[in-house]
């Protein structure tokens, strides 16, 4: 038996990845030597292989979300070449000069903030796992059998839905200056991560919250079975925040 939302402390160290660390520009100055010039050319390689990479599978081939439903290692990990990728696509991309810094700090917080969501999301299902119990058989949410996991069969192991969600979740934290440049390159996704301009508005992204929890249908145009289910995701940050998920550097 385990008592909702316990969940596993960091692991401090993983082959290949640091734990991100505050103050965000120190550490990001210390793991990532772009940081630390001015010259864009730096970016240019990085940024050709994010723009392949988002092309043919999305933004998480730049970061990913392994939920805590899979034991140790779980968290958000940022690849340093997404960063960087993403980071030359916001100065390529950008009406105005955009320094370097500045440029990979946007991209780390919008890689972030979109594996961020997942893990709210993550959350949200345990909350209904749970259902206000003070304890629950561990089998029924961590592992395949959890509702979580389970909710991306019908789409070989992720949501469209979601994914749509999670850009436009996304975009609205971002910079006023960076969200043309940033949605351009979200446009160019597959199926789902491309989408997110549906749900742009208010209505339609808390709409497409309540449709998320529908667990007889998979796709974007699916129904909400249960109107207000959304409410769900502590987009809020009211109980869960992401302080309660790690977050590791990829160093490559």
């Known amino acids: 038996m385990i008592t909702p939302l316990t969940i596993r402390e960091p692991e401090p160290e993983l082959a290949g990845e640091v734990l991100v660390t505050l103050p965000l520009e120190s550490f990001l100055a210390e793991f990532i030597p772009a940081w630390r010039t001015e010259s864009r050319e730096e970016l240019v390689g990085a940024g050709r292989e994010a723009d392949e990479l988002n092309r043919n599978r999305g933004i998480d081939q730049l970061a990913y979300y392994r939920s805590f439903r899979h034991g140790p290692g779980w968290g958000i990990h940022i690849k340093r070449h997404g960063i960087i990728g993403l980071a030359h696509h916001i100065v390529s991309s950008s009406s105005k000069s955009t320094p370097v810094q500045r440029s990979i700090k946007a991209a780390y917080k919008i890689l972030y903030q979109?594996?961020?969501f997942h893990f709210q999301v993550d959350c949200a299902y345990l909350k209904l796992e749970t259902a206000g119990r003070s304890s629950i058989d561990e089998q029924l949410v961590i592992g395949n059998h959890s509702l979580y996991l389970q909710s991306r069969i019908p789409s070989d192991g992720y949501d469209p839905l979601e994914e749509a969600l999670a850009n436009a979740r996304a975009i609205r934290d971002t910079k006023t200056e960076y969200k043309s440049s940033v949605g351009s390159f979200?446009?160019?996704?597959?199926?789902?991560?491309?989408?997110?301009?549906?749900?742009?508005?208010?209505?339609?992204?808390?709409?497409?919250?309540?449709?998320l929890f529908n667990l007889t249908e998979s796709g974007l145009d699916r129904s909400a079975t249960y109107r207000g289910i959304g409410t769900l995701v502590?987009?809020?940050?009211?109980?869960?925040?992401?302080?309660?998920?790690?977050?590791?550097?990829?160093?490559?």
Do not use: C, W
Request: zero cysteines; charged letters at 25%.
């Open 186 to 211: 979200m446009k160019k996704s597959p199926p789902g991560y491309r989408d997110f301009g549906r749900f742009s508005s208010k209505q339609a992204f808390f709409n497409g919250l309540d449709s």
């Open 234 to 252: 502590d987009l809020d940050d009211e109980t869960l925040n992401g302080h309660h998920v790690p977050v590791y550097l990829i160093l490559d």
């Open 114 to 116: 979109h594996e961020l």
